[in-house]
Nanobody, 121 residues
Framework: VQLQASGGGLVQAGGSLRLSCAAS????????MGWFRQAPGKERKFVAA??????TLYADSVEGRFTISRDAKNTLYLQMNSLKPEDTAVYYC?????????????????WGQGTLVTVSS
């Protein structure tokens, strides 16, 4: 089972990026999925999550700027708009053991390798 995150890069403040996370080896259509991020020198933190049926959760810091979604082909997305320098981090996708979207990191069983997002001021 593998989660492959992609789409990171360098963008100016105010710009947009779309991250993707492709799952292989099994389907996660009945599982919650999420995005976390880890800034340099800091702990990994919750960004957004989506339940098996499309319900979403967001961290306060990204609410209204980021949109999490998923498709029937087992791919997870994170559309990031109005990016700020403080959004700079390695972004990780993950698949949960539970069906709901969850902020709790220990409820995720599978993790992607991370994709770096750098936002310049």
């Amino acid at each position: 089972v593998q989660l492959q995150a992609s789409g990171g890069g360098l963008v100016q403040a105010g710009g947009s990026l779309r991250l993707s996370c492709a799952a292989s080896g099994r389907t996660f259509s009945n599982n919650g999925m999420g995005w976390f991020r880890q800034a340099p020198g800091k702990e990994r933190k919750f960004v957004a999550a989506i339940s098996w049926n499309g319900g979403t959760l967001y961290a306060d810091s990204v609410e209204g700027r980021f949109t999490i979604s998923r498709d029937a082909k087992n791919t997870l997305y994170l559309q990031m708009n109005s990016l700020k320098p403080e959004d700079t981090a390695v972004y990780y996708c993950a698949a949960a053991r539970v069906a709901r979207g969850t902020r709790i990191e220990t409820e995720y069983s599978y993790w992607g390798q991370g994709t770096l997002v750098t936002v310049s001021s």
